[in-house]
């Protein structure tokens, strides 16, 4: 009878995360699978737990998963296991995976922690509709068309970037997406975790004073507002941006950009819609 391959979430930095189940079945696999064997061995050895490993990475794939569907044939239960978080996302496993639902061979999940669920139930963005998208492309050429192929995203869209890109990354979406609001998740679960919010400028200007960004981050676009077509009404306009998270200046400059005009004229016309009265301070050009 063929082993069971379980895959199993482990912990994205406080170790007490693992769950009662995974350590069980961690304690009761004949082989753990693994990205960087080092790294689960810490995590083993927190719990007590004694067993054999194989590393299981991006370069060796191909010719790994066809050997671990063999010792799964012949009866051993396999638990695949990345270095942190959901084995799959954003880290390999799909081969095997899906060798293994062709052999016939059961594939059952051992469900845990993950940095985008995680970062998004904190993040203070909506949560009734979100897109996890992995990590930004690293070449700006890609990183632009992938974030104007989302302006639209009527859900909120979470990402994972290198904390060296980070800057960069900030600096086009505040090109492409405007002023909608953003939350950088550094660290989650770990001793220096923090959850920095605000527009894409206003966080690249604060990370830009660091004498250097680290640690693992979750990066969070809040959801494009549902906006009325170039000749619907500026209030509904503005008040769908301050739905999304934006406050009412940000709300404004966003109108005045996705239709060209200025801010002054959008704050006109916003205020006239408001209360019939003109307008006596408008902003800045």
Known sequence: MPGILYIVATPIGN??????????????????????????????????IHKSLISYHEHNEASRARELVEKLASGESIALVSDAGVPLISDP?????????DAGISVTPIPGASAALTALSASGLATDSFRFAGFLPPKRTQRLKL?????GAPETIVFYESPHRLLESLEDIEQTLGSRPIVVARELTKLHEEFLRGTASELREMLAARPSIKGEITLLIGKAAAIETANGPIAEAVAAHERSGLSRMDAIKAVARERGLSKREVYRLFTLSDDDMPDRNPPAQ
């Open 15 to 48: 170790l007490e995360d693992l769950t009662y189940r995974a350590a069980r079945i961690l304690g009761e696999v004949a082989l753990i699978a693994c990205e960087d064997t080092r790294q689960t061995r810490k995590l083993l050895e927190h719990y007590g």
């Open 93 to 101: 496993g799909y081969r095997l995976v899906r060798a293994a639902i």
């Open 147 to 151: 974030l104007s192929a989302i302006k």
